[in-house]
């Protein structure tokens, strides 16, 4: 027999070999069964599938503030309602939104049920806050300042007046626009993200939504920070408005 050989038939070479396949096999396992921590079991026209593999047992994560998170967490699953019906009757039917289509919570308005805490820096502070609280911070003399500046929609309709902007500390980016806009209780102010504006020495233009469509806006709880759950439901009420909120926007552009 040969250098390295174990039999006439089977050598070093060939084990390790075998080795690496079936590990490599038992980490394609490990990564798919991980990936159904979030997102499953799932809601389809069947009824409730798992997949392959299982959803895996929970498993605790220490987060860098003390806290812990259980993963997959106590209440995932299927919602206990959906804000959409099917446009048809047969199975894999796509679905369209009940109700305000920019508050369903589907389609381009989906968003993920984040933690209702705000994104903090290393220092355990909130990350994105308004410009008046970020000490030595505020906007280039080279570009426009939109704080009194008025947001108009696509049609050059007046939504409101830019009255704050909100930066993120982290990344020293203006994150928001806090734009305050009429209600049915006199104003209220709202928050509109920068990606969803063009700034201009002109104004602050916006395409996504309305200006009728500024005053159902969601909310937040504190006027100095925002939290990560609040970002997600503001950024999908924007989102959604490309696609509902005029009804020329869902048909074909033929």
């Not at 305000?100 to 290393?122: E, I, K």
């Not at 009255?163 to 102010?189: C, H, I, K, N, Q």
């Not at 469509?213 to 999908?236: G, Y």
């Amino acid at each position: 027999m040969g250098t390295g050989a174990i039999t006439s038939y089977f050598d070093v070479a060939q084990l390790v070999l075998y080795m690496f396949w079936a590990f490599f096999a038992g980490l394609i396992y490990y990564l798919v069964r991980e990936n159904h921590r979030e997102g499953y079991p799932l809601d389809t026209d069947r009824g409730i599938q798992e997949g392959w593999p299982p959803v895996p047992s929970a498993k605790t994560y220490l987060l860098g503030d003390g806290s812990e998170v259980h993963v997959p967490r106590p209440g995932d699953g299927p919602p206990a309602s959906l804000n959409a019906e099917p446009v048809h009757r047969y199975a894999g039917s796509s679905i369209e939104p009940t109700g305000n289509p920019l508050l369903a919570g589907v389609g381009p308005g989906s968003y993920a049920m984040r933690a209702d805490t705000p994104d903090l820096d290393h220092h355990g502070q909130p990350k994105i806050v308004p410009l008046a609280l970020a000490e030595g911070c505020g906007v280039s003399e080279k570009d426009p300042d939109p704080r009194g500046m008025t947001v108009v929609d696509c049609h050059g309709d007046a939504a409101g007046t830019v009255r704050e902007l909100w930066l993120d500390r982290s990344e020293m980016l203006f994150r928001y626009l806090e734009v305050e806009v009429p209600a049915a209780a006199g104003t209220r102010r709202v928050l509109l993200p920068v990606n969803f504006s063009r700034i201009t020495r002109d104004g602050v233009a916006v395409h996504a939504i309305l200006a009728s469509q500024f005053a159902d806006v969601p909310a937040i709880k504190a006027a100095n920070r925002v939290t990560l759950l609040e970002e997600e439901r503001i950024t999908a009420y924007y989102g959604a408005g490309l696609l509902y909120a005029e009804p020329q926007r869902t048909e074909p552009l033929v």
